[in-house]
């Protein structure tokens, strides 16, 4: 039996635990009764973020380039799936695949779910469908009695030019990140504002915050200019075997780019697809992801640089002895020969190696690098696309570092750049020695109607006017000489061949990369234009592949934007 001490004792317990519970409910119920009611509202609230259409994106003269519409993505729902295969034949005829490729598709997605490692990649069995065939295929399966589908609503981009300028345009993912080209570099332009939809259910409506579409862009492209480039890439590719090319048409005086193309280029409607399959490669784009040895388009910089300074004029004339040993490290000229006395004319026309070589070393590391640099190389030179790659310029505080280094890059061996840096270097000549910063976009406007117009950028006089003109005189006289099959009819060029070997891990193959750039009409040049063919099998030199491709393009370039001709 309980003695009355330890009766008391459990008493006074019990009390006080009643008394702490209705203390407390009394804290819970009445002080924070407000706040826990305003939380437990809150979690029956869904807040849906939104986003509304990109900005559209159309060349100059306002072609339509792409553009965000209403569609649908089209999920695999394991919940309500019951018959894989009566599914899959409703959804076979949208995707345009047989049925039976359609249901594996399916199939494997509830193999992984099961797993539990689904990816947003892995759930998606079809992308930016439109409306109206979203709502066929939702009746298609009601009627039949089968469920297995999920259908979101978002916004997909449209590309309707279809492959033209994919490579520049870049595209947008699922999750509506941009990739690539002007897509990536503007996303915050073209991307609308995040609103958001608060509300208790479908008939409950809270509140929303609505977004607001993205900017447009106009871009500096000409379709017609870019539709012709890019057949005529194409064509040169068949035509001389070469693994891949690059063509790129440049406004001299304002840096705008006109046309620009890649091949192999890719479909940005079929971004998405190519981005999860084996040839995503086809995602870079070479004239500003990837950098490449020029070759000998750069001996024309080498001889600008050394007028410029004092160290050559015209009227030097340098020995060409055929060979030249720099630190242990032999350097020839292309065909092997030497030329005796030659001129500045006769190196650009026979495009000499050594006495290239003998121009920069008397010129000095110093000042060859400080130009080097102030043409555009080492460094990025700002154009508008994303990814754009530096390249690589040993200089003298590289420990690897030789006067070998200094006597290969006089001739754009032994350094890399990308095709637009090279443009932009050799465009310093054509526009009397001023470096312009390249750039594809040329306006912006918000839907309120603000308009940012984007102006030609002078990034700094490289050489004098005197110099530029100098050089290109050359480069006339040159071309006259060496590479007639580059000047199209009624118009004087102004141009310069490079060819540099081609390496596959390390190991120096058969094969080439050629470059052509010029400009015309030379005493005035009106558009710079660059054609690089990387390995070309029916010749190693850019006389006899990318030449001709330069004149063709530079032919119809010259009509399509009205230039006159200067030589008639």
Same mark, same amino acid.
């Given at each position: 039996?309980?003695?009355?001490?330890?009766?008391?004792?459990?008493?006074?317990?019990?009390?006080?635990?009643?008394?702490?519970?209705?203390?407390?409910?009394? =804290?819970?119920?009445?002080?924070?009764?407000?706040?826990?009611?305003?939380?437990?509202?809150?979690?029956?609230?869904?807040?849906?973020?939104?986003?509304?259409?990109?900005?559209?994106?159309?060349?100059?003269?306002? =072609?339509?380039?792409?553009?965000?519409?209403?569609?649908?993505i089209v999920r695999v729902n394991p919940r309500t799936i019951t018959d894989t295969a009566a599914v899959a034949a409703a959804l076979a005829p949208l995707l345009g695949q047989p049925a039976d490729q359609v249901r594996w598709r399916i199939e494997a997605i509830l193999a992984d779910q099961r797993m539990l490692t689904p990816t947003l990649e892995t759930t998606v069995v079809a992308y930016n469908v439109p409306p109206q065939a979203a709502?066929?295929?939702?009746?298609?399966?009601?009627?039949?009695?089968?469920?297995?589908?999920?259908?979101?609503?978002?916004?997909?981009r449209w590309y309707p030019q279809g492959p033209t300028a994919g490579p520049t345009l870049g595209f947008i993912n699922l999750e509506d990140a941009a990739y690539g080209g002007i897509e990536a570099y503007y996303d915050s332009r073209l991307r609308s504002s995040v609103g958001s939809r608060r509300a208790r259910s479908r008939l409950d409506l809270i509140t929303i915050t609505p977004t607001q579409q993205g900017a447009d862009l106009v871009m500096?492209?000409?379709?017609?200019?870019?539709?012709?480039?890019?057949?005529?890439?194409?064509?040169?590719?068949?035509?001389?075997?070469?693994?891949?090319?690059?063509?790129?048409?440049?406004?001299?005086?304002?840096?705008?780019?006109?046309?620009?193309?890649?091949?192999?280029?890719?479909?940005?409607?079929?971004?998405?697809?190519?981005a999860s399959s084996s040839e995503r490669h086809l995602l870079r784009d070479p004239a500003v992801n990837e950098a490449y040895e020029p070759g000998s388009v750069l001996k024309p910089l080498t001889i600008a640089t050394a007028l410029d300074v004092g160290s050559v004029t015209t009227q030097t004339i340098l020995t060409d002895t055929g060979r030249l040993v720099i630190s242990n490290k032999l350097i020839r000229n292309a065909e092997g020969t030497a030329h005796g006395r030659v001129t500045l004319e006769d190196i650009l026309a026979h495009s000499l190696n050594v006495p290239t070589a003998q121009i920069a070393l008397d010129l000095g590391a110093e000042v060859f690098y400080r130009y080097l640099k102030r043409f555009g190389f080492g460094h990025p030179i700002g154009i508008d696309l994303s990814g754009e790659a530096v390249g690589v310029v040993r200089t003298p505080i590289d420990p690897a570092w030789s006067r070998a280094d200094l006597a290969t890059n006089s001739y754009g061996q032994g350094l890399s750049a990308t095709p637009y840096q090279v443009i932009n270097a050799l465009n310093v000549i054509a526009n009397d020695g001023m470096l312009m910063q390249p750039y594809l976009v040329k306006r912006s406007q918000t839907p309120d109607?603000?308009?940012?117009?984007?102006?030609?950028?002078?990034?700094?006089?490289?050489?004098?006017?005197?110099?530029?003109r100098t050089v290109r005189q050359l480069m006339i006289a040159a071309t006259r000489r060496a590479v007639p099959g580059a000047t199209p009819r009624g118009y004087t060029v102004a141009g310069k061949t490079g060819t540099a070997d081609w390496y596959l891990n390390g190991k120096k193959q058969d094969t080439t990369i050629v470059t052509y750039v010029g400009f015309l009409p030379a005493q005035r040049p009106k558009i710079t234009i660059l054609v690089k063919l990387d390995q070309p099998r029916t010749s190693r030199w850019?006389? =006899?592949t990318a030449a001709p491709v330069f004149r063709d393009v530079a032919e119809y370039a010259c009509h399509a934007l009205g230039i006159p001709p200067d030589n008639l």
């Amino acid at each position: 039996m309980i003695s009355t001490k330890r009766m008391r004792v459990l008493v006074i317990c019990i009390a006080l635990a009643l008394a702490l519970a209705t203390l407390r409910a009394f =804290h819970v119920q009445i002080l924070e009764g407000p706040r826990y009611a305003a939380a437990a509202r809150e979690q029956q609230v869904e807040t849906r973020l939104v986003l509304g259409p990109r900005g559209a994106i159309f060349d100059r003269a306002g =072609h339509l380039l792409a553009i965000s519409q209403r569609a649908y993505i089209v999920r695999v729902n394991p919940r309500t799936i019951t018959d894989t295969a009566a599914v899959a034949a409703a959804l076979a005829p949208l995707l345009g695949q047989p049925a039976d490729q359609v249901r594996w598709r399916i199939e494997a997605i509830l193999a992984d779910q099961r797993m539990l490692t689904p990816t947003l990649e892995t759930t998606v069995v079809a992308y930016n469908v439109p409306p109206q065939a979203a709502r066929q295929l939702t009746e298609t399966l009601q009627q039949a009695g089968r469920g297995g589908l999920a259908l979101t609503e978002t916004w997909a981009r449209w590309y309707p030019q279809g492959p033209t300028a994919g490579p520049t345009l870049g595209f947008i993912n699922l999750e509506d990140a941009a990739y690539g080209g002007i897509e990536a570099y503007y996303d915050s332009r073209l991307r609308s504002s995040v609103g958001s939809r608060r509300a208790r259910s479908r008939l409950d409506l809270i509140t929303i915050t609505p977004t607001q579409q993205g900017a447009d862009l106009v871009m500096t492209l000409d379709l017609q200019l870019q539709h012709y480039v890019e057949q005529r890439l194409a064509q040169a590719i068949q035509q001389t075997g070469a693994e891949r090319g690059t063509i790129i048409v440049m406004e001299t005086a304002s840096g705008a780019i006109l046309a620009t193309a890649s091949w192999p280029g890719y479909d940005p409607n079929r971004g998405l697809e190519l981005a999860s399959s084996s040839e995503r490669h086809l995602l870079r784009d070479p004239a500003v992801n990837e950098a490449y040895e020029p070759g000998s388009v750069l001996k024309p910089l080498t001889i600008a640089t050394a007028l410029d300074v004092g160290s050559v004029t015209t009227q030097t004339i340098l020995t060409d002895t055929g060979r030249l040993v720099i630190s242990n490290k032999l350097i020839r000229n292309a065909e092997g020969t030497a030329h005796g006395r030659v001129t500045l004319e006769d190196i650009l026309a026979h495009s000499l190696n050594v006495p290239t070589a003998q121009i920069a070393l008397d010129l000095g590391a110093e000042v060859f690098y400080r130009y080097l640099k102030r043409f555009g190389f080492g460094h990025p030179i700002g154009i508008d696309l994303s990814g754009e790659a530096v390249g690589v310029v040993r200089t003298p505080i590289d420990p690897a570092w030789s006067r070998a280094d200094l006597a290969t890059n006089s001739y754009g061996q032994g350094l890399s750049a990308t095709p637009y840096q090279v443009i932009n270097a050799l465009n310093v000549i054509a526009n009397d020695g001023m470096l312009m910063q390249p750039y594809l976009v040329k306006r912006s406007q918000t839907p309120d109607g603000e308009i940012i117009h984007r102006r030609p950028v002078q990034v700094a006089q490289v050489i004098s006017k005197e110099t530029a003109r100098t050089v290109r005189q050359l480069m006339i006289a040159a071309t006259r000489r060496a590479v007639p099959g580059a000047t199209p009819r009624g118009y004087t060029v102004a141009g310069k061949t490079g060819t540099a070997d081609w390496y596959l891990n390390g190991k120096k193959q058969d094969t080439t990369i050629v470059t052509y750039v010029g400009f015309l009409p030379a005493q005035r040049p009106k558009i710079t234009i660059l054609v690089k063919l990387d390995q070309p099998r029916t010749s190693r030199w850019a006389a =006899h592949t990318a030449a001709p491709v330069f004149r063709d393009v530079a032919e119809y370039a010259c009509h399509a934007l009205g230039i006159p001709p200067d030589n008639l």
